[in-house]
């Protein structure tokens, strides 16, 4: 196989219905890139579909189901290619999606990361809740959008038509430089899905590097394909992977920014309970007590980053304290806002 500079990477889990409707796109619109499909021990006929229809799309076969950030992490290391681009099943890329992204890979040697813009599949005006107009975060860790902050998805008229720096780029179309993925090791297995790829942004950020949104290029994502809003796993994976990433990443006032934040989790306890959503409280106290457990180990990972990583303590990594006070009280619901 003729090198080339970017790899799409597919990871699929009993995804067969999506591969059938979305990789027609990805093969019509990337002839710059190889394609991988990277199987999470999948268990209906995916592979035999992709041999039999997609003879030329390189299978990488896992040996479990590790989630998002397992499988890509096995996944990665047999694809060589300069760049990767991880890309959900459930997305349909648009012509002429990879060049813009390639060009500022070569412009920018410290941009390590970007995304594209992400409309949604089922709705082709506005934005996608995952990722939108590109990824920020509040001081207390709360990720929001341009484009999308909580429930509140903005029309897209060509207000993110730009290219700029971002915090954090959406999983769902996150493209990594290899040497970047690799100095990094790679996404924290310990997160099996959601929010990896912020605290995968983060560490990025700390040693550094600069993460980009590029709206000239565009792609359209299903969204839920794989746990939807209302499953409490989502629930408890968010809830507890944002702990994490906070643990791990904060540069300083750890303390105070976590007893703020569990607090704040109670809170939305509170709002559950009120919309008789009685499983997701569960799901936040298994976040919690999933959390303590993993403090000694987030503690060590975060000792770790901190001896190792040209980590300037001076760079805000938010723009705004609290997107909750600024969403909920002030009724800012808008990125411009």
């Given at each position: 196989?003729?090198?080339?500079?970017?790899?799409?990477?597919?990871?699929?889990?009993?995804?067969?219905?999506?591969?059938?409707?979305?990789?027609?796109?990805?093969?019509?619109?990337?002839?710059?890139?190889?394609?991988?499909?990277?199987?999470?021990?999948?268990?209906?006929?995916?592979?035999?579909?992709?041999?039999?229809?997609?003879?030329?799309?390189?299978?990488?076969?896992?040996?479990?189901?590790?989630?998002?950030?397992?499988?890509?992490?096995?996944?990665?290391?047999?694809?060589?290619?300069?760049?990767?681009?991880?890309?959900?099943?459930?997305?349909?890329?648009?012509?002429?999606?990879?060049?813009?992204?390639?060009?500022?890979?070569?412009?920018?040697?410290?941009?390590?990361?970007?995304?594209?813009?992400?409309?949604?599949?089922?709705?082709?005006?506005?934005?996608?809740?995952?990722?939108?107009?590109?990824?920020?975060?509040?001081?207390?860790?709360?990720?929001?959008?341009?484009?999308?902050?909580?429930?509140?998805?903005?029309?897209?008229?060509?207000?993110?038509?730009?290219?700029?720096?971002?915090?954090?780029?959406?999983?769902?179309?996150?493209?990594?430089?290899?040497?970047?993925?690799?100095?990094?090791?790679?996404?924290?297995?310990?997160?099996?899905?959601?929010?990896?790829?912020?605290?995968?942004?983060?560490?990025?950020?700390?040693?550094?590097?600069?993460?980009?949104?590029?709206?000239?290029?565009?792609?359209?994502?299903?969204?839920?394909?794989?746990?939807?809003?209302?499953?409490?796993?989502?629930?408890?994976?968010?809830?507890?992977?944002?702990?994490?990433?906070?643990?791990?990443?904060?540069?300083?006032?750890?303390?105070?920014?976590?007893?703020?934040?569990?607090?704040?989790?109670?809170?939305?306890?509170?709002?559950?309970?009120?919309?008789?959503k009685f499983s997701h409280i569960l799901a936040v106290l298994k976040a919690h007590g999933s959390f303590y457990l993993k403090l000694p180990n987030l503690l060590k990972k975060r000792k770790i980053a901190r001896t190792n990583l040209s980590l300037n303590t001076e760079v805000k990594?938010?723009?705004?304290?609290?997107?909750?006070?600024?969403?909920?009280?002030?009724?800012?619901?808008?990125?411009?806002?």
């Open positions: 196989m003729a090198k080339k500079e970017i790899a799409v990477v597919i990871l699929n889990w009993n995804g067969k219905s999506l591969l059938e409707k979305f990789l027609p796109s990805v093969i019509l619109y990337s002839k710059e890139a190889h394609i991988y499909v990277a199987d999470n021990a999948s268990t209906d006929d995916s592979i035999r579909f992709l041999k039999q229809n997609y003879p030329a799309v390189k299978i990488i076969q896992n040996e479990e189901n590790g989630g998002y950030a397992k499988g890509y992490n096995e996944a990665l290391k047999h694809v060589d290619e300069d760049i990767f681009c991880l890309l959900n099943s459930d997305i349909e890329v648009t012509a002429d999606w990879l060049s813009p992204i390639l060009n500022i890979f070569r412009r920018e040697s410290k941009t390590a990361i970007i995304q594209p813009k992400i409309l949604d599949y089922k709705n082709k005006m506005y934005f996608e809740y995952a990722g939108a107009g590109g990824g920020f975060i509040d001081q207390l860790g709360y990720p929001y959008c341009r484009g999308r902050i909580f429930d509140t998805i903005e029309k897209d008229v060509g207000q993110y038509n730009d290219t700029t720096t971002i915090f954090w780029a959406s999983g769902a179309c996150f493209f990594i430089r290899k040497s970047v993925f690799e100095s990094l090791n790679g996404f924290d297995d310990s997160f099996f899905a959601h929010m990896e790829e912020i605290d995968l942004c983060w560490r990025a950020h700390n040693s550094g590097y600069s993460t980009k949104y590029v709206g000239s290029s565009t792609v359209f994502h299903v969204g839920g394909a794989t746990l939807n809003t209302t499953n409490p796993k989502k629930t408890y994976l968010n809830f507890r992977n944002s702990l994490f990433t906070l643990t791990k990443n904060a540069p300083n006032n750890l303390f105070f920014l976590i007893f703020y934040r569990l607090i704040l989790d109670g809170v939305a306890s509170l709002k559950f309970f009120l919309e008789f990594y938010y723009n705004v304290r609290s997107i909750l006070w600024l969403y909920y009280i002030r009724k800012h619901k808008i990125f411009d806002q």
